[in-house]
């Protein structure tokens, strides 16, 4: 395997026959050597006499590959900076929580934007400080939690293209899906709702459906839908979407943010199933609470009223035994009359 040494690189084949290319600056690192060459425009190499470097083929043939001082830097500087970003993890230790919204202070805290809201809650509460990374179109922050890398995406392509900013970044870390959960807002679910669903169609969220698009037709994607309905359908749909949620609902909504944050942590931990059928089944509407408790005084009230029959019918039910055993007390001591006389 070949080895970047400071102002040296060396490329070889390896048992595949194809080209590698690694390098060590304090530890051992490998690399695509065809990834590599693809991603940056600078990689330029001048055939010269046998010396610094060599490519192997098959054949022995040795070709000698050498960089100007001035074009390595650049290179090993982009190099060293995919490195630590993509710091290479096990699938099972990396987490991606994509939150959908769009760019921008007229969009801030509007109901489209639940999204980047519920991803700004986590990150602000792990210390992860967003930065902007142009390459994959996103705000993007980490943080360590339990052994796991969290990453939190907000793509800045607005949502209509939030698949491009998605797709970069499972190319860049080279993360499947199953390491992704989409949060995004629903009009279908009401304000106090959430749902977690594992794959299935966009349900008309079109951040959701340019992931799917990217992701050619691929649905296998972990989403969190926030509840931001009662949906108002038709055209105003899309100014029902866009405006903010009223001072009204405020407490509500505060709510709804630290349930979803509590349901992502869940799918972190424990899966997409654990998540689901933890959460899908709470609704935090007063009104949705308090037909709750009703529907829970009218079970106890049941359940009161099946204890206090049974408790009669189990008393009734001695006392005519006990009734039974003294006749036939009294009918034993008549006989034992009779045979006196």
């Keep these: 395997m070949g080895v970047i ?42 055939f010269m006499s046998p010396g610094t470097g060599s490519l192997r ?3 022995k043939t040795e070709i ?22 993509a710091d290479p993890k096990d699938d099972n230790e990396v987490r991606v929580i994509v939150g959908l919204g769009n760019p921008g202070l007229e969009y801030a805290r509007t109901r489209h934007n639940m999204g980047f809201m519920i991803v700004d809650a986590i990150g602000t509460r792990h210390g992860a400080e967003p930065t902007t990374n142009s390459r994959l179109k996103c705000d993007f922050a980490k943080f360590s939690y339990r052994g796991k890398t969290i990453m939190l995406v907000k793509p800045m392509t607005y949502m209509n293209l ?9 190319q860049w870390f080279k993360l499947p899906i199953s390491s992704f959960i989409v949060v995004h807002d629903d009009v279908a679910l009401p304000l ?17 459906e340019s992931i799917i698009e990217c992701l050619g037709g691929d649905t296998t994607i972990v989403r969190l839908k926030f509840g931001v309905g009662p949906d108002p359908g038709g055209d105003r749909r899309a100014g029902y ?13 505060a709510q709804c943010l630290v349930n979803a ?81």
């Excluded at 048992?15 to 290319?21: K, M």
């Design 64 to 85: 000698s590959w050498v960089l100007k001082s001035v074009q390595f830097m650049q290179i090993l500087g982009r190099f060293l900076h995919r490195l630590k970003m």
């Design 261 to 341: 944050e509590k349901c992502i942590f869940t799918w972190i931990n424990e899966g997409a199933l654990a998540a689901a059928n933890k959460f899908n089944s709470i609704d935090l509407r007063p009104e949705a609470i308090a037909e709750a408790e009703e529907k829970k005084r009218q079970r106890e009230k049941a359940a009161q009223e099946r204890k206090e029959r049974f408790e009669k019918e189990k008393a009734e039910k001695k006392k005519a035994e006990q009734g039974g055993n003294q006749s036939e007390n009294a009918e034993g001591n008549h006989d034992d009359d009779n045979n006196v006389t």
């Design 57 to 59: 083929t098959g054949k």
């Design 192 to 208: 106090g709702k959430l749902r977690v669903q594992n794959g299935g169609g966009a349900g008309g969220q079109h951040g959701v």
């Design 162 to 170: 939030s698949g491009q900013s998605f797709v970069a970044v499972k």
């Design 5 to 46: 040494v400071f102002k040296h690189v060396s490329i070889k084949r390896n048992a595949g026959g194809r080209r590698a290319v690694s390098a060590r600056i304090g530890q051992f690192y490998s690399l695509n050597a065809e990834q590599t060459l693809s991603a940056f425009d600078l990689l330029i190499l001048s």
């Design 241 to 253: 979407v866009l405006a903010k949620v009223p001072e009204a609902e405020q407490e509500l909504l």
